[in-house]
Structure formats: C-alpha cells, structure tokens
DNA sequence: TCGATCCTGTAG
DNA sequence: CTACAGGATCGA
C-alpha cells in the first residue's frame, strides 16, 4: 500500500487507538522482517514500553517508547500496520504483533514480507534518516528548494521524484501522477527544466499528494474496507492503453528504474 | 544505470 | 507457465 499519503493515514488512525498505550508483549512471527536484529533482543527491548508518540519521516512509521526506545516500521510493498481488538486472532499474512493491556493491540500485515521493523534509539533513528530529503506537505518543500535540487540533478524526472533522498515520501504511483498533472515527460532531464515548469511541478507533486491524503484518510476510517485510497482520481498509472482522460491518447507504460512508468504522448512531451 | 534480490499473490 | 506488483538495497 504505502506512499507517504497511504502512510500518514495508516499514522493518524494509529494514534487514536494506540497513543498511551504500554506493550506488554511484543511477537516476531516472521523474524527477517527484523533484518538482523534478534528476535528475543527485540521482543525483550520492546516489552513493558509504553507508546508515547507516533511519528511519521518520508515513508517510515516511528513509534516512539518511554525509555528512548523506537520501533521503526517500514511497509514497503504490501505492509499493513493497524490497530486490532483483540490480537490473538490475527490474519495468516501478520508477521509480528504488538499486544496492549486485555488483549488489544497492533498487528504488523504484510503477505510479501518485504516490509521491515527494528528497535532503536532515537538517537540511532536520526541518524538512519538524515539523509532522506525534505517532506514535500511540510514547509522546507518550496519551489525554491526544488529548483535548488532540480539544477543539481541529471536524473529523469520520475527517478528524482522517487528518490528519498531528493523527496521523500513519493512513489510509483503519486510520482507518475504528479508528472502527469505537472504535463512533464517522465523522461525530461531534471536540468532541463525551466523555472516556470518546476513551479509547475512543485504545485503539481503538493496538489497530488493532498488529493491522495485526503482518500486515503477517507478510506482508513471508513467502516469495513482498510487501505486504499479508492476515489482518488488516477490518471496514468496501471492505465496503460487506455484513453487519457484528459486528451483521449492512448496512455503508454516503459520501464525505468526496473519499474513501470506510465504517462500520456499527448499531454506530457 | 541496470539487474538481481528480498517474498507472496494474482492476473494473463 | 510467465510477468508483474504502491519499495529499497546491493553489487557489477
């Protein structure tokens, strides 16, 4: 599921649930979602910590302990993170799960297992993360720094989208569509771009991911279905051959990166 | 800058 | 069966 705006949702919706809350046990059910942390070293640092805040950088859940300690959640591909009524009943895809006073507590979903979780100190967190670039909806994201960035950059313009340490928190999705509203060629060179285009863009990649934050909330608290973000308007990605809705051209798909890119021949030159 | 890799599920 | 999946990392 996650892009930024699909994290952030997943963020808001745990805070309501799990704010103040103390682990009073801690599973790893698939332990190489841990990397190389130890199962017991993890479960053991974990266990008795209560939950004082729940904070989100880029792409990156981080669930802040007393005592300095950090549980850092990444969902990748496929990873869920979601607060549950009763955690001894969990979904075969749970890789790990977080269990709260009277069996409440959080699972950790994910049937790829790509995702991964790992306990540190804040300390250790920042320094994890000092080189991921700005938040695009926080106020260090200005035209002005993107076209700081965008002079310094030959990368094509969907790679330095996606690339966390230029901004973080696109992906696949929001990175095509932002470029579709923006009408850029995924394929333009970054240096290429005039002043007035990155502007452009800079509004284009804020407006996307607004839009997207927005249906993804919607979609969380909704009752029943948990996750996607289903009225938001997608107008390149998975439509390949399809009309643009825009200027009814046929939508095109390539790879770049090792992943599918979309865009519009008529719209985006 | 490409390709392989980590995993499992689903669509064709 | 193969291709591909909203991510990230590693080595050639």
New binding site residues.
């Given amino acids: 599921?996650?892009?930024l705006p699909?994290v952030e949702a997943v963020c808001r919706k745990l805070r309501q649930e799990a704010l103040g809350q103390t682990i009073v046990r801690a599973r790893i059910l698939r332990p190489?979602i841990l990397g190389t942390q130890s199962v017991d070293e993890f479960e053991r640092g974990v266990e008795g910590k209560r939950i004082e805040a729940i904070d989100r950088r880029?792409?990156h859940i981080l669930i802040r302990c007393s005592n300095d300690a950090v549980i850092q959640v990444?969902l990748?591909?496929t990873g869920n993170l979601f607060a549950v009524p009763d955690v001894r009943f969990y979904p075969q895809?749970t890789r790990a799960h977080f269990e709260f006073p009277e069996h409440r507590g959080i699972l950790f979903t994910d049937?790829?297992?790509?995702g991964r979780i790992q306990l540190h100190t804040s300390g250790e967190i920042k320094a994890l993360l000092a080189g991921l670039g700005p938040e695009p909806l926080s106020d260090s994201f200005t035209p002005e720094w993107l076209l700081a960035a965008a002079r310094q950059s030959r990368?094509?313009a969907k790679?330095f989208l996606?690339d966390?340490t230029r901004i973080a928190g696109l992906?696949?999705?929001y990175a095509a569509e932002a470029l579709f509203r923006a009408r850029i060629h995924p394929r333009r060179i970054m240096t290429r771009l005039t002043k007035p285009r990155l502007a452009g863009l800079h509004t284009s990649i804020v407006a996307v991911l607004q839009d997207a934050l927005q249906s993804?909330c919607k979609a969380y608290s909704s009752p029943g279905r948990f996750g996607?973000?289903e009225d938001f308007p997608v107008m390149v990605y998975?439509r390949e051959g399809l009309p643009c809705k825009s200027c009814n051209r046929s939508i095109r798909r390539f790879v770049?990166?090792?992943?599918?890119t979309y865009y519009c021949p008529g719209c985006q030159k």
């Fill in positions: 599921m996650p892009e699909e190489r880029a792409k990444h990748r591909m895809e049937p790829r297992a790509l990368q094509p790679l996606m966390q992906g696949n999705i993804a996607e973000a998975d770049q990166g090792g992943r599918s």
